[in-house]
């Protein structure tokens, strides 16, 4: 069993940055593939970021690629998604999940068994 709960969500202007985190209980989150996802209002939940239990691996939306980052710190349990040059589309809640054991990156959300709550993001133009 996995639970995850985000952070660091919050109201910043287009242009400006945000971390997010999402920290995780559980001995197995150093082994498992993790991941970012986003809805906004009115629209399907999709794809943003994800990382391999290594942190060698990584892969991004072609929205984010360039401007958003995901690391992990496996001693602190914590998954991480540096947000740069914000945009109004970037608006949506922010929802961490975790993947299977020494999983390959995947964007699809089927792979993913444990999911956190949300963070909102809303960015003013």
């Known amino acids: 069993q996995v639970q995850l709960v985000e952070s660091g969500g919050g109201l910043v202007q287009a242009g400006g940055s945000l971390r997010l985190s999402c920290a995780a209980s559980?001995?197995?989150?150093?082994?498992?593939?993790m991941g970012w996802f986003r809805q906004a209002p009115g629209k399907e939940r999709e794809f943003v970021a994800t990382?391999?239990?290594?942190?060698?691996?990584?892969a991004y939306a072609d929205s984010v690629k360039g401007r958003f980052t995901i690391s992990r710190d496996n001693a602190k349990n914590t998954v991480y998604l540096q947000m740069n040059s914000l945009k109004p589309e970037d608006t949506a809640v922010y929802y961490c999940?975790?993947?299977?054991?020494?999983?390959?990156?995947?964007?699809?959300?089927?792979?993913?068994?444990?999911w956190g709550q949300g963070t909102q993001v809303t960015v003013s133009s």
């Open positions: 999940a975790a993947g299977g054991v020494f999983s390959t990156v995947t964007s699809r959300q089927d792979m993913y068994t444990y």
């Open positions: 990382i391999t239990s290594t942190g060698v691996n990584t």
């Open positions: 559980g001995r197995t989150f150093s082994s498992r593939l």
